[in-house]
């Protein structure tokens, strides 16, 4: 049990660990030291530097207590405190008054996952779906992925990522769980000290976790499907594959070795940027090897052919019948095994089918009032915003600023620190965090289901998410079982529909494993209709834009490949002390990041005379950054990293990094193409 002194909890963030904390709370309203359960038997006392640290969020200087009203331009940052009840009645009057004039679509309330918690993430669809607001396509993170997981496997689960310790070949595809993940390195760490265990990582440029690898592959960004097919060309040609297994598990393994005989190691490396040694080394390494663990990041997939880069990747455990062995396998996501009914939460028993659908990923065009983003329906004219920054995080966020400046938009934000978002609304709203409220927590990286209690007070005025919504329910005549409930009264009800142990029972017992229930290697069957791996998915029940979706694993080309215009590939992926936009206001992780930084190879440097230090800018049609430039050879020649989401105020122009990156959605079912943008490089 905790010490004392320290008291149980949760950590929300967008993070697939989910990670079980413990928490010293040194007074009613003040915590101080944060450390991971060390009796979780997936968090074993590990946790990020972030969030070990999480005492500097809780009590930052910086830190919104007071809801304020603007009193200047939109953006001009002129505010005055008022009252919360004060300032929920302002923004329920604009809601009525949109809905009036404009009718219910025209208010788009808008979130994901500044928390990860069911109750106080979700409850904002409770309201949209009385009111008949304008629904959202939750896009941003994980559609590209999802789509192209489901497309073979059928179902959102897979390996118990515990088995990594088990595991001879670990392969991390697409992530870098030592900035991102943290807990996947310490489970790695024991399968290669007590079993000798290869780490292959594989990731357009040199990661903290590839620097700890065996073997790093580091394709160009967008061709990680090629590379996957040559693997598989390598696989069946030298024997590797398991013909056996593939005859009872998958669909189509005669057609797919035919369709793969002349995707080529040399083939792929033409496409890929790397050796065909290399290529042919890996698969030979991954084929003699039956306990082989590919843990797959969501980096790949956030490209125009993501989907298509995702399936033809979770194909390789199948053809080697991986799946078969302890410690062999694949995860993506664990999601699905949680089966929550949050019919109360989310209010689906209100749920109007025929209400329009906005992309979240496409909030630029869409404020913009592009006709093809907008649908049939009306222009936006009222927003909520919560547990997200889209000024900052949004493709085309040039668009974004644009269209949140808007005269006859309504925006109100409910935050924690004066996000770019935040700047620019009309009323913002002080949050509590995650020791300040009660909630419910599920995993895609790990297994348990944990309930996280409130453990200290807020400050100031701070209310919570589920809070903002019954009250602005309560104004708007929203009626619902949902708004009558607390938090906690949500959580234990939620828990017994989905015919899990009550909110008491979790939270004494502090969590409960769900993995045990599962057939985590689908040794009865994949989640597919047929119960078998889909080689040769039917992309149309996976989304709407399948049409030129490859029938067989393959080289998607429909990326926005380099030109002469624009001859880079840039990737923005993660900052090891950030997560998203969260933890840039804290001064620590902001010491340890530095700056916004551009990683460009020594070559290209030479060539366009950029040195150590100085300046760069990047552009594309959108616009054009500028930042600082270090020399970096850990990536190919014509690839350039700007790693985290910065506040755009970081930027030497005042212009983030998401101005460059393109809001059109990947097929086939939508989702950002954050590594998937076409730049020129100038010397700054």
Not at 89 to 117: C, K, L, N, S
Not at 219 to 245: N, Q, S
Not at 333 to 358: F, Q
Not at 651 to 657: L, N
């Amino acid at each position: 049990m905790p010490d004392s002194t320290f008291v149980p909890s949760v950590c929300p963030h967008d993070c697939p660990s989910t990670c079980a904390l413990e928490v010293e709370r040194i007074a009613p309203n003040r915590i101080g030291r944060v450390r991971g359960a060390p009796d979780n038997s997936y968090t074993d006392g590990v946790i990020c530097a972030k969030v070990s640290r999480y005492a500097e969020r809780v009590h930052h200087p910086d830190r919104l207590t007071k809801p304020l009203q603007r009193v200047g331009a939109k953006g001009e940052g002129k505010w005055r405190e008022i009252p919360f009840d004060a300032a929920l009645d302002i923004v329920a009057e604009q809601f009525a008054r949109v809905g009036r004039d404009h009718g219910p679509e025209a208010v788009w309330p808008y979130y994901y996952a500044g928390t990860m918690g069911h109750v106080q993430r979700d409850g904002i669809e409770r309201l949209r779906n009385v009111m008949g607001y304008s629904r959202q396509a939750t896009t941003i993170c994980t559609a590209l992925a999802d789509a192209g997981w489901l497309a073979g496997n059928g179902v959102k689960r897979g390996a118990d990522p515990r088995e990594m310790a088990l595991s001879d070949l670990i392969v991390v595809w697409g992530g870098n769980p030592v900035a991102t993940q943290v807990n996947v390195m310490s489970w790695i760490s024991r399968a290669r000290k007590e079993r000798g265990a290869k780490l292959v990582v594989v990731d357009p440029y040199r990661t903290g976790t590839a620097e700890r690898a065996d073997l790093h592959l580091a394709p160009r960004p967008g061709t990680d499907g090629a590379l996957a097919c040559a693997v598989m060309h390598v696989l069946f040609k030298e024997g590797y594959a398991d013909r056996d297994y593939m005859a009872r598990y998958a669909d189509a393994p005669d057609e797919l070795e035919r369709h793969l005989a002349t995707r080529t190691p040399a083939w792929a490396a033409s496409i890929t940027g790397l050796d065909e040694e290399a290529i042919v080394g890996f698969a030979r390494l991954y084929g003699a090897v039956k306990r082989s663990f590919l843990r797959l990041g969501y980096g790949f997939s956030r490209s125009r052919n993501g989907s298509a880069q995702m399936h033809a990747v979770s194909c390789l455990p199948v053809v080697t019948g991986a799946w078969a062995h302890e410690g062999g396998g694949a995860l993506y996501s664990n999601s699905a095994i949680y089966r929550l009914d949050k019919t109360l939460i989310e209010g689906r028993d209100r749920l109007d089918p025929g209400v329009r659908v906005l992309d979240m990923s496409r909030i630029g065009p869409v404020l913009a009032g592009e006709r093809d983003a907008l649908g049939a329906g009306p222009q936006v004219h009222a927003m909520l915003i919560q547990n997200t920054n889209p000024a900052t995080v949004a493709p085309e966020s040039g668009k974004v600023r644009a269209g949140l400046l808007r005269d006859d938009l309504f925006v109100c934000v409910h935050e924690q620190f004066m996000t770019d978002t935040a700047r620019l609304a009309d009323i913002v709203l002080p949050a509590t965090m995650m020791l300040e409220h009660d909630d419910l927590y599920t995993a895609g990286g790990q297994m348990h289901l944990q309930v996280g209690a409130r453990q200290i007070d807020p400050p100031g005025d701070c209310r919570e998410n589920h809070e903002v919504i019954r009250g602005l329910a309560r104004r708007l005549g929203a009626e619902h079982p949902g708004f009558d409930m607390t938090a906690w009264e949500l959580v234990d009800a939620t828990l017994k529909a989905s015919g899990w142990p009550d909110a008491a029972t979790l939270r004494d017992k502090r969590w409960h494993d769900c993995i045990a229930e599962t057939d985590s290697h689908f040794l009865q069957g994949f989640g597919t209709p047929d119960g078998r791996f889909h080689f040769k998915p039917d992309w149309s029940r996976v989304g709407p834009n399948h049409a030129d979706m490859p029938p067989l694993p393959d080289h998607f080309d429909v990326i926005d490949a380099a030109t002469d215009e624009h001859p880079y590939r840039l990737v923005a992926p993660p900052a090891r002390q950030f997560l998203n936009s969260s933890f840039t206001e804290t001064p620590s992780a902001r010491k340890r990041e530095g700056r916004p930084t551009a990683l460009v190879h020594p070559e290209d440097c030479g060539r366009l005379g950029l040195a150590d230090g100085g300046l760069v800018r990047i552009g594309n049609r959108r616009g054009s950054v500028l930042v600082h430039v270090r020399p970096f050879d850990g990536l190919q020649a014509g690839v350039v990293v700007v790693e985290g989401i910065w506040p755009n105020d970081c930027f030497v122009e005042g212009r983030g990094i998401n101005v460059l990156t393109g809001a059109d959605p990947g097929p086939p079912l939508g989702g950002a193409v954050f590594h998937d943008t076409a730049v020129w490089l100038r010397a700054g």
